[in-house]
């Protein structure tokens, strides 16, 4: 805004000359004087009254300001103070625009935390995207949709890509399960390191614990599979057993690790033992249930699954899971199958 | 390094041949040495000098001259302030059209030669001097328009850099093309920055211009570039779709698609190893007239003298001779060692190449040995001579995820050694045969689908613990590369092919 100061500055030097000796002398030196500081002060009042204008009167720049210049020589301090006066009356009204147009606050809009759009991309519906009949661009972009997928998803299908004709399907499905198998064998390989240093016993107890959890990690990503998954699966209770020699209070967690790291090697009786008494150690059940049932689905013990996925209903659990839950308490609103347009969990 | 004014064939390499070991040095290593009565010349073009070791290879006699190229070497410029350059107007508005072409219209015939045209101009006195590109007002308009017009991504500073880096290599192939020696032939391994360079050789000098492929490097730079993490993504949370590719990428992808065109078009001879990488290249726009499949051969002779050298009996031995590099995967070897290991444990695993090109890898692999606690049966042995290690290995194990028509499985057979390998490249026409009278010999091996450790396991325990299927599959490997891989079979299709560019020029 230093554009007024010097509009004013102009102003009023305009009204000093004129109320000074200068306007009562009769001579032609004079005379010169008053109209070079009259046009100076002019000059000075169109160039800063020129920056004080919107940008649209900017355009034509050098008209603007003969104008402007024209109009406070013709008419001396009055008409400094009329083109003043129409700035400052022009210049509000554009701030009062601009007010106008500052964001005004909307709601915000209604997200569900447990998105419904992640499940819509299935594993069925990525597979048949990603089939040789498909064009190769759709293949493509579906290829990579699956870096947005859960690797415990994603992983299947980019294994089963592996034998792809196309080279550039295969290669970069096998860069995506090999940047997922890196992740785990970093972390692995640091809590190795980390294991050869001394370590509080807390330490070493948190060490030796996230191992057994890598090493089963990397069976449930589907990253192991024949005699390296039994090599991981002997790792992970390698682990898990000298974890369970130093956890004098029972932690729910190592037993819920222990349920699942049976239930990857197939000893279903008991993997169901130690959830259950993962669980009885105060293990979520919204974490548990889910094993649970699954477990006596297996051993076709219906009513018993039912009986899980009853008690899973009241709890807050993924969409995915409400899916299953819905279909087998009869929470679910579709009536007849056919109507169903998917099934989430598949 | 060996310097002349003039020579017979002028080899263009990217990153091969000297300063790398590897397949494709050696087949240029072959190729030089096969031919004494020509006198051969090369270009070695590389990234950076510290990217690079030692020559890895004694040069031959008949290679007179060795020039060495970095392309991205000292890009910080110099102290000296910068001043503004006028770019001539016709010019400008040439690289606009040819930008317009290569964005709309590729196939049109005058794509390549306004290319080739704008790159002759690329010198320092040149209308399109590197100061041109890089201090003049009309370039830096275009840059803005480019950005405007194409970028779907928000960061112009980033358009910016990826523009001047992706051009910087073309002043100085220009400045190549201005040393080089005379030649009667320009004879490029790849597409990209060499076959670019082969392109404006051509222009300038009217030569002959042959194009050897032995991977297809437009789809190894593609596989590349979809996994780079260097390559940024400015998009917003919002605006991010994970089925798009990011803009830059999709730039950089189109930016070797158009090399591999714009050499594609230019070359006299287009050769490939094998039928699937002839049929790629025609998708990626070699005229269909100029290409051809001549296969490597390995000196037979040299190779089948190792077989008198071998002790009775299958020995336990899996050797993968390769670079330690990702393209290998030697992670599934290891892993796939660990299984062989618990059910035949005496056996070995060898692997012989050096392990400085990319030394993470290297270490990621020797965690991966310990971590599966292969320490006694995996051996690293770093890089070998082959006659060495032949006559005491029971297999040669390729468990690559991408290939060509690799040397060292012609190699072992010709020792008599069979092989387990993935099936990438012609692998698979090398192990079961061609249809016909290829086929009629027998595997000479096992074929497994990538990274899986447990076929590659099976595949190699099958052959290792039955002698007699050993020695059927070592048999037809020696019958199938005496009859269709022998060393003389390729020197005589490129002595044609030579021969045929000379009378050229004649």
């Given at each position: 805004?230093?554009?007024?100061?010097?509009?004013?500055?102009?102003?009023?030097?305009?009204?000093?000359?004129?109320?000074?000796?200068?306007?009562?002398?009769?001579?032609?030196?004079?005379?010169?004087?008053?109209?070079?500081?009259?046009?100076?002060?002019?000059?000075?009042?169109?160039?800063?009254?020129?920056?004080?204008?919107?940008?649209?009167?900017?355009?034509?720049?050098?008209?603007?300001?003969?104008?402007?210049?024209?109009?406070?020589?013709?008419?001396?301090?009055?008409?400094?103070?009329?083109?003043?006066?129409?700035?400052?009356?022009?210049?509000?009204?554009?701030?009062?625009?601009?007010?106008?147009?500052?964001?005004?606050?909307?709601?915000?809009?209604?997200?569900?935390?447990?998105?419904?759009?992640?499940?819509?991309?299935?594993?069925?519906?990525?597979?048949?995207?990603?089939?040789?009949?498909?064009?190769?661009?759709?293949?493509?972009?579906?290829?990579?949709?699956?870096?947005?997928?859960?690797?415990?998803?994603?992983?299947?299908?980019?294994?089963?890509?592996?034998?792809?004709?196309?080279?550039?399907?295969?290669?970069?499905?096998?860069?995506?399960?090999?940047?997922?198998?890196?992740?785990?064998?970093?972390?692995?390989?640091?809590?190795?390191?980390?294991?050869?240093?001394?370590?509080?016993?807390?330490?070493?107890?948190?060490?030796?614990?996230?191992?057994?959890?890598?090493?089963?990690?990397?069976?449930?990503?589907?990253?192991?599979?024949?005699?390296?998954?039994?090599?991981?699966?002997?790792?992970?209770?390698?682990?898990?057993?000298?974890?369970?020699?130093?956890?004098?209070?029972?932690?729910?967690?190592?037993?819920?690790?222990?349920?699942?790291?049976?239930?990857?090697?197939?000893?279903?009786?008991?993997?169901?033992?130690?959830?259950?008494?993962?669980?009885?150690?105060?293990?979520?059940?919204?974490?548990?249930?889910?094993?649970?049932?699954?477990?006596?689905?297996?051993?076709?013990?219906?009513?018993?699954?039912?009986?899980?996925?009853?008690?899973?209903?009241?709890?807050?659990?993924?969409?995915?899971?409400?899916?299953?839950?819905?279909?087998?308490?009869?929470?679910?609103?579709?009536?007849?199958?056919?109507?169903?347009?998917?099934?989430?969990?598949? | 390094?060996?310097?002349?004014?003039?020579v017979d064939v002028l080899l263009l390499l990217?990153?091969t041949f000297p300063?790398?070991?590897?397949g494709v040095s050696s087949w240029v290593n072959q190729i030089i040495r096969g031919f004494p009565e020509l006198r051969f010349g090369a270009?070695?073009?590389?990234?950076?000098?510290?990217?690079?070791?030692?020559?890895?290879y004694?040069l031959p006699d008949n290679l007179?001259?060795?020039?060495?190229?970095?392309?991205?070497?000292?890009?910080?410029?110099?102290?000296?302030?910068?001043?503004?350059?006028?770019?001539?107007?016709?010019?400008?508005?040439?690289?606009?059209?040819?930008?317009?072409?290569?964005?709309?219209?590729?196939?049109?015939?005058?794509?390549?030669?306004?290319?080739?045209?704008?790159?002759?101009?690329?010198?320092?006195?040149?209308?399109?001097?590197?100061?041109?590109?890089?201090?003049?007002?009309?370039?830096?308009?275009?840059?803005?328009?480019?950005?405007?017009?194409?970028?779907?991504?928000?960061?112009?500073?980033?358009?910016?850099?990826?523009?001047?880096?992706?051009?910087?290599?073309?002043?100085?192939?220009?400045?190549?093309?201005?040393?080089?020696?005379?030649?009667?032939i320009y004879h490029s391994i790849s597409?990209?920055?060499?076959?670019?360079?082969?392109?404006?050789?051509?222009?300038?000098?009217?030569?002959?211009?042959i194009l050897s492929e032995h991977?297809?490097?437009?789809?190894?730079?593609?596989?590349?570039?979809?996994?780079?993490?260097?390559?940024?993504?400015?998009?917003?949370?919002?605006?991010?779709?994970?089925?798009?590719?990011?803009?830059?990428?999709?730039?950089?992808?189109?930016?070797?698609?158009?090399?591999?065109?714009?050499?594609?078009?230019?070359?006299?001879h287009?050769v490939?190893l094998?039928?699937?990488?002839?049929?790629?290249?025609?998708?990626?726009?070699?005229?269909?007239?100029?290409?051809?499949?001549i296969p490597n051969g390995v000196d037979?002779?040299?190779?089948?003298?190792?077989?008198?050298?071998?002790?009775?009996?299958?020995?336990?031995?899996?050797?993968?001779?390769?670079?330690?590099?990702?393209?290998?995967?030697?992670?599934?070897?290891?892993?796939?060692?660990?299984?062989?290991?618990?059910?035949?444990?005496?056996?070995?695993?060898?692997?012989?190449?050096?392990?400085?090109?990319?030394?993470?890898?290297?270490?990621?692999?020797?965690?991966?040995?310990?971590?599966?606690?292969?320490?006694?049966?995996?051996?690293?042995?770093?890089?070998?001579?082959?006659?060495?290690?032949?006559?005491?290995?029971?297999?040669?194990?390729?468990?690559?995820?991408?290939?060509?028509?690799?040397l060292?499985?012609?190699?072992?057979?010709?020792?008599?050694?069979?092989?387990?390998?993935?099936?990438?490249?012609?692998?698979?026409?090398?192990?079961?045969?061609?249809?016909?009278?290829?086929?009629?010999?027998?595997?000479?091996?096992?074929?497994?689908?990538?990274?899986?450790?447990?076929?590659?396991?099976?595949?190699?325990?099958?052959?290792?613990?039955?002698?007699?299927?050993?020695?059927?599959?070592?048999?037809?490997?020696?019958?199938?590369?005496?009859?269709?891989?022998?060393q003389h079979m390729l020197f005589d299709r490129y002595r044609a092919l030579y021969?045929?560019g000379?009378?050229?020029?004649?």
């Amino acid at each position: 805004m230093k554009g007024v100061y010097w509009a004013w500055g102009a102003v009023l030097g305009d009204l000093a000359v004129f109320m000074g000796p200068l306007p009562h002398a009769t001579s032609d030196a004079a005379f010169v004087q008053l109209w070079l500081l009259h046009a100076g002060s002019c000059a000075i009042l169109a160039t800063s009254s020129l920056v004080l204008m919107p940008s649209k009167n900017r355009a034509t720049l050098h008209w603007t300001w003969l104008l402007l210049f024209c109009f406070a020589a013709i008419a001396p301090v009055l008409g400094s103070l009329c083109i003043l006066l129409i700035s400052y009356t022009t210049l509000r009204q554009a701030l009062d625009v601009h007010n106008h147009a500052k964001p005004q606050t909307v709601a915000l809009p209604e997200f569900e935390a447990r998105s419904q759009q992640t499940s819509r991309a299935g594993q069925g519906a990525i597979r048949s995207r990603l089939t040789a009949q498909v064009p190769s661009n759709v293949r493509m972009q579906s290829l990579l949709t699956l870096q947005a997928v859960p690797s415990r998803v994603a992983n299947p299908i980019l294994e089963s890509l592996l034998g792809d004709e196309t080279d550039d399907v295969r290669l970069i499905a096998f860069g995506m399960l090999d940047a997922e198998e890196k992740k785990l064998s970093v972390h692995i390989h640091q809590e190795q390191k980390n294991l050869e240093t001394p370590l509080s016993s807390r330490a070493r107890y948190d060490c030796l614990r996230h191992l057994a959890e890598l090493h089963q990690e990397l069976i449930y990503a589907g990253l192991a599979h024949g005699g390296l998954k039994t090599h991981n699966l002997n790792q992970a209770w390698k682990y898990l057993d000298m974890v369970l020699a130093m956890d004098e209070q029972h932690a729910c967690g190592i037993y819920f690790l222990k349920g699942r790291i049976l239930l990857a090697q197939g000893e279903t009786q008991q993997a169901r033992d130690a959830f259950t008494f993962a669980m009885q150690l105060g293990q979520s059940p919204a974490s548990v249930l889910p094993y649970l049932a699954e477990l006596a689905f297996e051993q076709r013990a219906f009513a018993t699954v039912h009986a899980h996925l009853q008690n899973l209903a009241q709890l807050q659990v993924a969409s995915r899971t409400t899916a299953i839950v819905d279909i087998w308490t009869g929470r679910d609103s579709v009536l007849r199958f056919r109507d169903r347009r998917i099934l989430q969990h598949i | 390094m060996p310097t002349a004014d003039s020579v017979d064939v002028l080899l263009l390499l990217e990153g091969t041949f000297p300063y790398v070991a590897g397949g494709v040095s050696s087949w240029v290593n072959q190729i030089i040495r096969g031919f004494p009565e020509l006198r051969f010349g090369a270009i070695f073009i590389g990234s950076r000098p510290q990217d690079y070791g030692d020559m890895r290879y004694a040069l031959p006699d008949n290679l007179v001259h060795l020039e060495v190229t970095y392309l991205y070497d000292d890009l910080g410029g110099s102290d000296i302030r910068p001043t503004k350059v006028q770019a001539d107007k016709t010019v400008m508005a040439e690289v606009k059209d040819l930008h317009d072409l290569l964005h709309a219209n590729m196939a049109h015939p005058d794509c390549g030669r306004l290319f080739a045209s704008l790159m002759d101009q690329a010198h320092p006195c040149g209308a399109l001097s590197r100061e041109t590109f890089l201090h003049s007002e009309a370039a830096w308009k275009q840059i803005k328009d480019g950005y405007r017009r194409y970028s779907t991504d928000p960061s112009f500073v980033d358009y910016f850099w990826t523009i001047r880096i992706m051009h910087a290599p073309f002043w100085r192939l220009r400045a190549v093309a201005e040393r080089c020696p005379q030649a009667r032939i320009y004879h490029s391994i790849s597409t990209g920055y060499a076959g670019i360079l082969g392109v404006l050789l051509k222009h300038r000098n009217q030569r002959p211009f042959i194009l050897s492929e032995h991977g297809i490097y437009v789809k190894e730079r593609k596989i590349d570039l979809y996994q780079a993490q260097w390559i940024k993504d400015n998009r917003t949370v919002f605006e991010h779709d994970p089925s798009q590719v990011s803009y830059y990428r999709q730039l950089w992808i189109r930016f070797f698609e158009h090399l591999g065109y714009l050499t594609y078009q230019a070359s006299d001879h287009i050769v490939a190893l094998y039928e699937a990488n002839r049929q790629r290249q025609l998708i990626d726009g070699a005229p269909s007239e100029r290409t051809s499949n001549i296969p490597n051969g390995v000196d037979v002779e040299r190779f089948g003298a190792l077989r008198s050298q071998r002790s009775e009996g299958v020995p336990p031995v899996l050797c993968l001779i390769g670079r330690v590099v990702p393209i290998k995967d030697i992670k599934t070897f290891v892993r796939a060692m660990r299984i062989v290991v618990d059910r035949m444990p005496h056996a070995e695993a060898w692997i012989a190449g050096p392990e400085d090109e990319d030394p993470s890898y290297a270490a990621e692999c020797h965690d991966l040995v310990e971590r599966l606690e292969l320490q006694a049966s995996v051996k690293f042995l770093g890089f070998q001579k082959l006659t060495d290690i032949l006559p005491k290995v029971g297999l040669v194990v390729l468990s690559s995820i991408s290939e060509a028509l690799p040397l060292v499985i012609l190699e072992g057979y010709a020792a008599g050694v069979p092989t387990v390998s993935t099936d990438v490249g012609s692998c698979r026409q090398l192990v079961y045969g061609l249809p016909g009278a290829d086929e009629a010999i027998g595997a000479s091996g096992r074929i497994v689908r990538i990274a899986d450790p447990e076929a590659l396991a099976q595949a190699s325990l099958e052959l290792l613990s039955d002698p007699v299927v050993w020695k059927q599959t070592s048999d037809a490997g020696i019958a199938r590369v005496e009859k269709y891989y022998a060393q003389h079979m390729l020197f005589d299709r490129y002595r044609a092919l030579y021969e045929q560019g000379f009378a050229w020029q004649a």
